[in-house]
Nanobody
Framework: QVQLMESGGGLVQPGGSLRLSCAAS????????MGWYRQAPGKQRDLVAV???????NYADSVKGRFTISRDNAKNTIYLQMNSLKPEDTAVYYC????????????????WGQGTQVTVSS
């Protein structure tokens, strides 16, 4: 079993900052990539940012220059530093990881966290 534990959401005023964390634990042989997605009420879940095991990053256009994703491989943890937050950033943020759980298979699977609410409002 693999678990993803998110933390760091909350209420912040426009222009403020928040830092999200996501730690992976359990049966993990290799993590290929980890990332953040978000889902606002009535909308689909969209990619925010992703980082591969080689450190390659990719961001949604709407957050480029404001959000930064980083990774601590030793802790199987990623972070999302969110600056200059806007009301349209309000959503539930979900952590995602593509993980190869054991050495006995080359297959990798997608895992999701339970989500953390980010609300940007004055």
């Amino acid at each position: 079993q693999v678990q993803l534990m998110e933390s760091g959401g909350g209420l912040v005023q426009p222009g403020g900052s928040l830092r999200l964390s996501c730690a992976a634990s359990g049966s993990i042989f290799s993590i290929y990539a980890m990332g953040w997605y978000r889902q606002a009420p009535g909308k689909q879940r969209d990619l925010v940012a992703v980082i591969t095991n080689r450190g390659t990053t990719n961001y949604a256009d709407s957050v480029k220059g404001r959000f930064t994703i980083s990774r601590d491989n030793a802790k199987n943890t990623i972070y999302l530093q969110m600056n200059s937050l806007k009301p349209e950033d309000t959503a539930v943020y979900y952590c995602n990881a593509r993980i190869r759980p054991t050495w006995q298979t080359t297959e990798a699977f997608d895992y999701w966290g339970q989500g953390t609410q980010v609300t940007v409002s004055s």
